[in-house]
């Protein structure tokens, strides 16, 4: 069935729709996704070296993978950043295939390493990237303090 499915690099056509999804996907009430935003996505369509790719089923967006050249102060190192899937395609392997289509070009585009973040409750999403390679690093837990 997941051929049916096709992976084409993100276009300026798909963002209405890969930013609703990510909507209606991530939790924005809870950070790091609170920078779930136009902006975020547009930062990335326009990145030099972006590695970022829609799954299309027809004209509908299935998922998405946002990815760039650079984690923190290590320009050698890709970003995977954001990636989802639509619920009614999840189980069809398109999240691997937007995960390795992200990596693939980060590795063409010099990439050593290729690092992403999980929210410690999202399992589905660490076992997918358990399933393509990655391995957990370092454990860090955001804090944060809201105005008194």
């Not at 992976?7 to 924005?28: F, T």
Request: glycine letters at 10%; charged letters at 20%.
């Amino acid at each position: 069935m997941v051929s049916e499915i096709r992976l084409v690099p993100l276009s300026v056509d798909h963002v209405p729709q890969v930013l609703a999804l990510g909507r209606r996907l991530y939790d924005l009430s809870v950070k790091p996704y609170t920078s779930w935003s136009l902006s975020a996505v547009a930062h990335h369509l326009d990145g030099v070296e972006s590695a970022c790719w829609v799954a299309l089923a027809g004209d509908r967006v299935a998922g998405y993978v946002l990815g760039s050249m650079g984690f923190d102060q290590r320009a050698d190192w890709g970003n995977l950043e954001w990636i989802a899937t639509d619920p009614d395609f999840q189980g069809r392997g398109v999240g691997g295939r937007l995960a390795e289509a992200c990596c693939r070009t980060l590795e063409e585009a010099g990439a050593t390493a290729v690092v992403t973040d999980v929210e410690s409750r999202n399992e589905a999403s660490a076992a997918l990237m358990r399933r393509h390679g990655f391995v957990e690093g370092a454990t860090v837990t955001l804090f944060v303090r809201e105005p008194r």
